[in-house]
């Protein structure tokens, strides 16, 4: 009768580890947070700014313009304290007060007078602060201080930068939660007006782009995708 194997003999097969536990432990993974556009904005403490500071952040463009002001931030005192940023219904860029030197757009210089886009998908906007935004400061994410529009769209990302390009601020708004975690100096915001529902979570596909897992009504679709411009 012939013997059977030792183990040092036997071959063995490796397979990788099944995905197993619950998606946001998967690689790769995180939350976006639709804002609907309704009455929901994120409220952050109060954010004063400098010249020479930058404000950087991703944002979801939308499908078409619009017929008012539609603020990404703002801030939430009056016109001569506030930082507003948003879309303008001339399908420009708003900057209040000429608060801003210089733009870029996905890394590229973006001229004033250029339009904004409206096809729906992720861009990166860097502003520059001239000296007209000394003594100003944002408070508001996706809202105006003065009521109307809010934005229906995503954003994530958010830095506040030195002139010398310290990291001041930082939201990178995947909390999953209505507390918005400050990763450099505990100064959180917080989600006014949201559902639970708003937040999605997301894979990154190979591309870079991000898909959903499972999402809610509230988005455009279960497995909607945010792809970068």
């Known amino acids: 009768m012939a013997k059977l194997p030792t183990v040092k003999q036997m071959k063995f097969r490796e397979y990788k580890p099944l995905c197993s536990g619950p998606p946001e432990l998967w690689e790769n993974t995180r ?8 009455t929901d904005y994120v409220n952050i403490i109060n954010m004063p700014v400098s010249i020479g500071d930058t404000i950087e952040f991703v944002f979801l463009a939308p499908e078409t313009t619009f017929a008012s002001f539609t603020a990404l931030i703002d801030g939430s005192t009056n016109d001569l304290e506030r930082l507003a940023v948003g879309f303008s219904p001339t399908g420009k860029f708003f900057f209040d007060y000429g608060i801003a030197s210089s733009l870029e757009l996905d890394g590229a210089p973006f001229l004033f007078s250029s339009d904004f886009p409206i096809d729906g998908k992720l861009h990166s906007l860097k502003i520059t602060l001239s000296a007209n935004a000394a003594g100003r400061s944002v408070e508001k994410l996706l809202a105006s201080r003065l009521g109307g529009i809010n934005y229906r769209g995503v ?3 958010f830095m506040h930068k030195s002139s010398t390009g310290d990291l001041l601020r930082g939201y990178s708004i995947s909390d999953n939660s209505d507390t918005i975690v400050d990763s450099v100096g505990g100064k959180n915001g917080t989600v006014i007006n949201g559902n639970p529902d708003d937040w999605g979570l997301f894979k990154k596909l190979p591309n870079g782009n991000w898909q959903g897992i499972n999402l809610s009504a509230a988005w455009d679709s279960t497995d909607q ?3 970068f411009a």
């Open 155 to 157: 954003v994530f990302d």
């Open 31 to 38: 939350y976006f947070r639709l804002n609907e556009g309704t």
């Open 225 to 227: 995708i945010l792809e």
